[in-house]
C-alpha cells in the first residue's frame, strides 16, 4: 500500500513536442471544428503566436511521449489493474502552441487514505516548462488505487 513516504517521488521527465498533425488528428477525434485549434491565422487573429493547444491536451502528451506512460505507478508498485483515473485538472501560466517543446515532470504531491485504507488517493502533479524554461502549466491528476486487502 502506498503512504505518505511517497510524496516527493519524482521520476525522469517527460520531453514532447506539439505538432500540428498530431494535434489536428485529436480536434478531429472530439469533433472541434473552432478555427482558432486549427488555423494559424485566425490563432494569430486570436491573439496567439501559433496555433493554441485545449486544456485537455497535455494528458494526452504525457501519456503518448513518455518512455512508460506507467513508471510513476509501477515504482509505487501499484498494480495498474487496481487504478482508476479518479480527478484532472489544468491550471495555465502561458500558452502552448504548434511548435513548443515541453519537459513534463510529474511528482506525487499527496498520498490519502480513504475507507479504512481500502482505497488510496495519489495526487500527483506534473509541472510543465517550454522550450525558453517557461513554467506554462501544471496538469493536476488523482490516481485512485484500492486496496481490496484492506477492506477484509
Not at 495555465?92 to 481500502?118: I, R, W
Request: charged share 20%.
Amino acid at each position: 500500500m502506498v503512504d505518505s513516504s511517497a510524496i516527493g517521488r519524482s521520476l525522469a521527465p517527460t520531453h514532447a513536442r506539439v505538432e500540428a498533425g498530431r494535434l489536428r488528428y485529436f480536434f478531429n477525434t472530439l469533433g472541434e471544428s473552432n478555427p482558432v485549434f486549427r488555423d494559424p491565422v485566425a490563432a494569430n487573429a486570436a491573439g496567439f503566436a501559433a496555433t493554441p493547444i485545449p486544456p485537455t491536451y497535455l494528458f494526452c502528451l504525457e501519456m503518448m511521449d513518455a518512455d512508460d506512460p506507467f513508471a510513476m505507478l509501477e515504482a509505487l508498485d501499484i498494480d495498474l489493474r487496481r487504478i482508476l483515473h479518479g480527478e484532472q485538472k489544468f491550471v495555465y501560466h502561458a500558452p502552448v502552441v504548434v511548435g513548443d517543446e515541453l519537459t513534463l515532470q510529474s511528482t506525487v504531491t499527496g498520498v490519502t487514505q480513504k475507507k479504512g485504507g481500502a482505497m488510496t488517493l495519489i495526487d500527483v502533479t506534473t509541472r510543465i516548462t517550454n522550450q525558453r524554461a517557461e513554467h506554462v502549466a501544471d496538469a493536476i491528476r488523482v490516481v485512485v488505487v484500492r486496496n481490496p486487502e484492506a477492506a477484509s
